[in-house]
């Protein structure tokens, strides 16, 4: 896990958005039960400055609980479920977002498996306030690598 998570394209797209020193702050993993899964619309990130990355194991679309995003400018307000668009693709696909963006999981409604790794980074200057609450989010892995965009 911790290869995919210094994949160079990836890696390229955090320096990308952060566009100084970053480091990975989570990696999550998740599995929508047949039946389960639904997100509302959220923003993983409000109002921060922060990289996602799903990393996709499996085949994904709207029949097995598919991630759908808003792409439209970041603003404050309600996202508008009705300009979301669901992502499908392969196994081994990463979808990189502003963690600021409008996203969330639909219904696994076949069953089939749909499962991914939701990554994280974020500015090296917001590692105190991460760390202060790492305990509660139950992270076990090291997370002290820090990437210098070149």
Known sequence: MQRTC??????????????????????EGREPLPGGGHQPLHRDGAGMKAVAA?????????DNGSTRVVPRHLDRGAPDETLSLVTAGEAGDILVFDADLPHGATCNRSGARRRSLLLSFMPVGD????????????VRMDTSEVFIPS
């Open 127 to 138: 590692r105190a306030s991460i760390e202060a609450c790492r305990a509660v989010r139950i």
């Open 6 to 27: 210094r994949l160079q394209p990836l890696l390229a797209a955090g320096a990308q958005t952060l566009g100084g020193p970053f480091f990975l702050s989570q990696v």
């Open 54 to 62: 799903l990393v996709f194991l499996d085949a994904y679309g709207p």
